[in-house]
C-alpha cells in the first residue's frame, strides 16, 4: 500500500538555525498537510496546500514558517530561524482531494522528530 | 471554532476487557469523524471514520459510531490485546471549516498480559 514518506526521523539543530523537513506524499494525491505535535499534547494542524499554493494556514504557521513543492514528487517544511519551542514531531499528510474531501482521511507520515538546542 | 474533547488518559486494561473511549465533538458544519492510533514510535493510522449520522465505521474489531443527536463518536472494541496498546485520537473534518483536521488530545491505552 503506497504510503508517506519523511525524511528525516530525527533533526537535531541549534536554536536559531534554518532547518527543512522533507516529505513524499502519495504519488496520486492532490493535498498535502503538516501537522505537528508537540511532546504529550494535540497534533495541531499548521498548513494546507493545493496547486502549488497555501490554501489554508494556522496562528501556528508564521513568518518562519514556509513550504514549498520545488518537484512533482517532494513537499517541504522550511523554519528559517528554529525557536526552542519549535520542537516538536512534525507530520506531514496527504489526501486525494476532489469534491468529497470532507469526507476523506489524510494518510500521516511516520514524522520527524525535531529537537532544537 | 470546531473542537473535539476525549476522555483523559491513560486508560489501562487487561487483555480481553471491554474498551470504551470517549470522543464528543464540537463543528459548525456536519463532520466526518475519524479515528487514528499511534503506535510508539510510529505516526498516526488511520483506524475507521464515518462521514455521516448513524455510520458505524469499524476495524479491526474497533467500532464507532457517529451520534449527531450526542456529538459523540466513541470507540469500541470487545477485547483489547496487548498489541492494541497504543494512543487514539478522534478526528474530525468540517467541510464548512476548511480541509484541515481538528484532532482531540489522544488517549494513551495499556494493555496488560
Known amino acids: 500500500e503506497p504510503e508517506v514518506t519523511q525524511t528525516p526521523s530525527h533533526q537535531v539543530t541549534q536554536m536559531g538555525q534554518e532547518v527543512i523537513l522533507r516529505c513524499v506524499p502519495i504519488?496520486?494525491?492532490?493535498?498535502f498537510y503538516w501537522y505537528r505535535q508537540i511532546l504529550g499534547q494535540k497534533v495541531e494542524f499548521l498548513v494546507s496546500f493545493y496547486n502549488n499554493e497555501i490554501s489554508e494556514k494556522s496562528e501556528i504557521f508564521d513568518d518562519q514558517f514556509s513550504v514549498e513543492r520545488p518537484d512533482g514528487s517532494n513537499f517541504t517544511l522550511k523554519i528559517r530561524s528554529t525557536k526552542l519551542e519549535d520542537s516538536a514531531m512534525y507530520f506531514c499528510a496527504s489526501t486525494v482531494g476532489g469534491a468529497s474531501i470532507g469526507n476523506q482521511p489524510q494518510h500521516f507520515g511516520d514524522g520527524t522528530r525535531l529537537s532544537i538546542l | 471554532g470546531d473542537s473535539v474533547t476525549q476522555m483523559e488518559g491513560p486508560v489501562t486494561l487487561s487483555e480481553e476487557a471491554f474498551l470504551t473511549i470517549n470522543c464528543t465533538y464540537t463543528?459548525?458544519?456536519?463532520?466526518?469523524l475519524f479515528w487514528y492510533v499511534q503506535y510508539p514510535g510510529e505516526g498516526l493510522q488511520l483506524l475507521l471514520k464515518?462521514?455521516?449520522?448513524?455510520d458505524k465505521g469499524s476495524n479491526k474489531g474497533f467500532e464507532a459510531t457517529y451520534r449527531k443527536e450526542t456529538t459523540s463518536f466513541h470507540l469500541e472494541k470487545g477485547s483489547v490485546q496487548v498489541s492494541d496498546s497504543a494512543v487514539y485520537f478522534c478526528a474530525l473534518s468540517d467541510p464548512n471549516y476548511g480541509q484541515n483536521f481538528v484532532f482531540g488530545p489522544g488517549t494513551r491505552l495499556s494493555v496488560l498480559p
Open positions: 463543528a459548525t458544519g456536519y463532520p466526518s
Open positions: 504519488s496520486n494525491h492532490l493535498y
Open positions: 464515518a462521514t455521516k449520522a448513524d
